[in-house]
């Protein structure tokens, strides 16, 4: 059996909620009084500018306990807010936990927000020097190292340029570039990959194969269930900071997938994320429709069902467009629409209340579940507004056309009218 490399037992982070109210001395040494008698209650100050008790504490992560072996791929998957970032922060020793340990056998190297460990004032050059310094390289062992970091970074050109005046994009390709050559026993990876373009992000995830391949052990955070798939051998689901699932990958995501699309045929952003607001576009509601104008989270194959779109424009946009994808429960994508199809070049849209409204094609899809991806884009998608996975599922059942006859469950996610000829040839 493999060395375990993490172990993580009983792992709580603790935040308080609220400013504490502590303007003067006396303030200050009734708070650490209380605190050291075990009553420690800090303070809110209200609209008013008077002190209030605070609501409470928030647990980010509480009594999550797990083991990774050498040599292992383990997605960690979750909404937003689940607690993936600050499981990662503190194996990575950004932060300490309140509760509980983690302890980690190897040399760590950690991808969790761009630009993490770049100094911004340094070039690209200077930076990949500095880091393996610091994961205790030396100058020869980076020497030998730099020209395949140059290669897979694409940023030649810029080498030399101090990091600030990169792009996200630039970040991120110098940031596993370094990262993953610089050979850590541990790789840990957040959502950062989301950044790059396509293409980028299949060379990383070669990458990661490679390292695999190497007996490393890789943390790989995602929303991408393709990806975690493809890549992990066991995925460990977290909500609310607490650990719902943890096993084989398949099973764990098939169950994550159900279990975080909504039931109900609606899905609205909580009113107090920010996670949901952007520069430009607002989302506020994504809704499933049958022909009445209901809310459903099941149609039948010979029926009418509406997707809407609800969002809010928040300064003026051009070339803009707001569309959907559709995704089986394998993680494919079935297929991608957006608003302004036919061509698909996008519109200007000025500041205001706006609804996308489009038709399911239920008629071609075959019986199952499916999930619904919602995004928005500028410039043929080369400038993402928004991008937000599994908002909504629904169920299609067959109750008429190909394959419906006599309970028959054929193969596939298309249920392709062919247009057949017989004929004898005798």
């Known amino acids: 059996m493999s060395k375990t490399v993490i172990a993580v037992r009983g792992l709580g982070k603790r935040y308080r909620l609220g400013v504490i109210d502590r303007h003067t001395l006396q303030d200050e040494l009734v708070y650490q009084w209380r605190r050291l008698r075990g009553k420690d209650q800090p303070l809110n100050v209200d609209n008013s500018g008077r002190a209030t008790p605070r609501v409470g504490d928030f647990w980010a992560l509480r009594d999550v306990s797990f083991d990774v072996r050498r040599g292992e791929v383990v997605g960690v998957i979750g909404a937003n807010g689940a607690g993936k970032s600050t499981l990662l922060k503190i194996l990575s020793r950004i932060t300490n936990p309140t509760a509980g340990e983690a302890v980690l056998q190897g040399r760590l190297r950690a991808l969790l ?142 169950a994550y997938l159900t279990g975080q699309a909504s039931r109900e045929g609606e899905f609205r952003p909580a009113k107090d994320s920010d996670s949901w607001r952007m520069d430009y576009l607002i989302l506020k509601r994504v809704s499933l429709l049958n022909d009445q104008g209901e809310l459903v989270a099941s149609f039948a194959s010979d029926s009418q069902g509406f997707l809407e779109i609800e969002y809010e424009v928040v300064q003026s946009t051009a070339r803009t467009r707001v569309g959907w994808r559709l995704i089986a429960q394998d993680s494919t994508v079935v297929f991608t629409s957006v608003d302004t199809d036919p061509d698909g070049r996008g519109t200007s849209r000025e500041p205001g209340r706006y609804v996308s409204r489009c038709q399911l094609p239920l008629h071609l899809l075959n019986s199952g579940r499916y999930q619904v991806a919602v995004f928005a884009d500028r410039r043929l998608g080369r400038e993402p507004l928004f991008d937000f996975m599994n908002t909504l599922s629904f169920t299609l059942h067959l109750v008429s056309g190909v394959g419906s006859m006599g309970g028959e469950n054929r193969q596939g996610i298309i249920r392709a009218d062919c247009r057949w000829e017989i004929r004898g040839t005798s």
């Not at 460990?117 to 994961?135: A, K, Q, S, V």
């Not at 790989?220 to 096993?247: D, E, P, T, Y």
């Open 113 to 254: 927000e761009v630009g993490t460990g770049f100094h911004p004032d340094l070039t690209g050059r200077e930076n990949i020097y500095l880091n393996g310094t610091i994961m205790g390289m030396t100058t020869a062992e980076i020497d030998r190292r730099f020209k395949s970091i140059l290669e897979f970074a694409d940023i030649g050109p810029f080498m030399d340029t101090p990091v600030k005046r990169y792009s996200s994009g630039m970040h991120v390709r110098l940031a596993f570039a370094v990262a993953a050559h610089l050979e850590p026993e541990i790789f840990i990876i957040d959502e950062v990959l989301a950044v790059g373009d396509v293409s980028f992000q299949e060379k990383c995830l070669g990458k990661i194969g490679e390292i695999v391949h190497e007996n490393r052990t890789v943390l790989f955070v995602s929303h991408n269930m393709g990806a975690i798939r493809k890549l992990c051998s066991r995925v460990m689901w977290l909500h609310a900071g607490r650990v719902v699932q943890f096993g084989e990958t398949s099973e764990v995501v098939s």
